[in-house]
């Protein structure tokens, strides 16, 4: 009964290192675009998010009317809206809005980027206000 036992145990064991060593067959990625997945340069023109996220919203008259809370991104890897809060002090408050990416502006100023919106604070505030849902992670109506 013993050496069923030690004959059984060798053979799973040899049967899992074999299977253990060799390579996946079940994957869908070419080699072909797995190359295609690295860059080996960057785009020339390609900024960081940090340029964007956390960052103020200024009017075309230099006020500060807002600050980007978050960056949307659709399903084809996009960005497609920004989520900016308005108002308040201190983070109590405040409204958060979405508007799209396009209506957002970037230059430099200063040596550090400047974001500019051809809008004001108070049509921001009276935006539709959105929440961030923490079970969907999505930005919802916020009818409060």
Known sequence: MKRI???????MLAS???????????????RA???DALMTTMPGDAVTVTDWYKQDVYDPSNNKIGEIEDVLI????KISAVII???GFL???????????SAIHATMKDNKWWLTMNTTKDAL???????????????VSDKS
């Not at 036992?5 to 053979?11: E, G, H, N, P, V």
């Not at 899992?16 to 070419?30: G, H, K, L, R, Y």
């Open 5 to 11: 036992l030690i004959a059984t145990t060798l053979c």
């Open 16 to 30: 899992t290192t074999t299977f253990a060593a060799e390579p996946a067959t079940t994957s869908t990625m070419s």
């Open 33 to 35: 675009s797995a190359d």
């Open 74 to 77: 659709d399903k084809s890897g």
């Open 85 to 87: 809060s308005v108002g």
């Open 91 to 101: 983070g109590m408050d405040t409204k958060d809005v979405a508007a799209p990416f």
């Open 125 to 139: 505030k009276s935006a539709p206000g959105y929440k961030y849902d923490k079970n969907s992670t999505m930005w």
